[in-house]
């Protein structure tokens, strides 16, 4: 299979170059970002207040050229606040269906955890099958279709916590954090006079990112990798300071994910280096730490460092098919 590099990394690198006009200093942050667009994945961001994550979004929408939605989510919101509606028409003597936020291409799901598990959950259909089911009725979400949901680390009052179905369904978790001194000096003087994001222009089309999303998928996986992928997640479920194991979704996501991080760096192969980078940000979310080891401060960070310092990197031939 013919892949063009080239291509995909100057996609890439202009999305890079433009979002970082809005979001200072955190190129890693915006890398890991495009990983999930490329990779057909959603993210949880998961960062206090006041740090860029709507920019992020919006950022990112407005380069691709995509609709924006924003949900703000509360306590009392309903599922059908999310989804839409179906609304009878006096004139037609028909239902008609008004498309809520989520039919977007972009859709910032924002402190998500303020709303109930029975909300949260609308958001599972639309995640994993690219659909919505409104009355009985399927509606089709256009592509690209990406969900970034919000939640504050720090501030658990009136918060329901996510549940494992659907941390499961995020594709990565990823942290914003604070900028240097430098950078907070540069964002300062960015928007003394108005907000960059105002005349940020559209980088890319969305028949690029449907074109990044099919061609990462012809990045060359080597067996010893698929092994070490597989390794690592099954690691996950036999570790006895772990009581849920993350799921088969996670190798699949773990290996997409290090496509899509080649492909972005120049190469049709994937190594253990970006199996071993993006391995905390794709599987510690899943992970259900054993009340004993919450006790003793244990965090999933530490216990997959530990599995990743145990499991052996592989070796061999791992740049193109026998």
């Known amino acids: ?35 999930g667009l490329m990779g057909q994945g959603h993210l949880l961001i998961e960062d206090v207040p006041g740090v860029g994550k709507t920019m992020l979004a919006r950022s990112l929408a407005k380069s691709i050229g995509c609709t924006f939605s924003r949900i703000q989510f509360t306590p009392d919101m309903l599922p059908s606040d999310i989804t ?36 949260q959950s609308a958001l599972l259909e639309a995640m994993e099958e690219k659909q919505l089911s409104v009355d009985g009725i399927t509606h089709v979400l256009e592509q690209p279709f990406m969900v970034l949901a919000t939640q504050n680390p720090i501030e658990y009052e009136g918060t329901f916590p996510l549940p494992e179905a659907q941390l499961d369904r995020f594709f990565m978790r990823v942290r914003i954090g604070y900028p240097s001194e430098s950078d907070e000096n540069k964002i300062l003087e960015l928007q ?15 028949t690029d990112v449907v074109f990044l999303q099919n061609e990462i998928k012809k990045v060359f996986v080597a067996p010893a990798i698929k092994k070490y992928v597989i390794g690592i997640v099954r690691a996950t479920r036999e570790h006895n300071d772990i009581y849920l194991g993350a799921s088969p979704r996670a190798s699949l996501s773990l290996s997409r994910a290090g496509q899509a991080m080649a492909a972005m760096n120049g190469r049709d192969y994937v190594l253990p280096d970006d199996i071993k980078f993006l391995a905390e940000y794709v599987i510690c979310h899943r992970l259900v730490i054993d009340p004993s ?25 791992l740049t193109t098919e026998k």
Do not use: C, W
Request: net charge neutral; charged share 25%; hydrophobic share 40%.
């Open 1 to 35: 299979m013919t892949i063009d590099i080239r291509k995909i990394q100057n996609i890439a690198q202009d999305l890079i170059d433009n979002l970082e006009k809005v979001i200072v200093g955190k190129r890693e942050t915006i890398e890991l970002v495009l990983i």
């Open 84 to 119: 839409g509606v179906s609304v009878f028409n006096q004139n037609t003597r028909e239902f008609e269906f008004r498309p809520g936020p989520l039919l977007s291409h972009i859709v910032l799901a924002d402190e998500i955890n303020r709303a109930t598990p029975k909300t």
């Open 192 to 206: 003394q006079l108005r907000h960059p994001i105002e005349s940020l222009g559209i980088v890319a089309s969305r």
């Open 293 to 317: 080891a919450r006790l003793h401060n244990i965090t999933a960070q530490l216990l997959l460092q530990e599995i990743l310092r145990g499991y052996p990197m592989p070796a061999g031939e």
